[in-house]
């Protein structure tokens, strides 16, 4: 069964949402952080560490969050879904005390998907702060792609699949 199509959130919502997003990228931009992508994705691991712990300490919300709860979890982006935590909330306050115990996966099926972005469409990762902006510099329709062929290359580049690169 085909689930049903999605209609876009009322008005009201989708303004909160974009004066959300503006917030965030108002407040890296006064605080000197690119927003960016692949900025961050050049940095050198260390760099690119400090740069998520400068990211993480400014606090900014994800735009989708409603008192600390996730509105789109269904829909929520596949980065998302692979962050996964075995410690108490407390402790993500400052993730450098490396008091945060993550759950080891096997392979970021996000980086896989990411590679085959760039691949596919000429681009990477997007900054979720920037994705609003993104979409609306970015109007074409996607190209299509079979679906269980695009799929399984995905899976394919995956760590520890064979040919991975």
């Known amino acids: 069964m085909a689930s049903p199509a999605k209609l876009p959130p009322p008005q009201p919502r989708r303004d909160l949402l974009t004066a959300r997003f503006a917030a965030a ?30 990211y993480f300490r400014m606090a900014v919300a994800c735009p989708f969050l409603d008192d600390e709860n996730c509105t789109i979890h269904p829909d929520r982006p596949l980065a998302c879904r692979e962050y996964l935590v075995t410690s108490p ?52 329709p996607t190209p299509e792609y079979p679906g269980i062929e695009l799929a399984l290359s995905t899976i394919a580049q995956l760590p520890g699949a064979p040919d991975a690169a």
């Not at 927003?35 to 998520?52: C, E, F, I, K, S």
């Not at 996000?110 to 510099?137: C, D, F, P, Y």
Request: with cysteine; hydrophobic share 45%; net charge neutral.
């Open 25 to 54: 990228r108002s407040r890296f931009a006064a605080a000197g952080l690119t927003t960016h992508a692949p900025d961050v994705a050049a940095l050198n691991a260390h760099d690119r560490d400090a740069y998520g712990r400068s």
């Open 89 to 140: 909330a407390i402790f993500c306050s400052d993730p450098a005390e490396n008091t945060i115990r993550d759950v080891p996966l096997a392979g970021h099926a996000s980086a896989a998907l990411t590679r085959r972005g760039k691949q596919l469409e000429g681009h990477g990762t997007v900054l979720l702060i920037n994705a609003l902006a993104w979409a609306a510099e970015h109007p074409a």
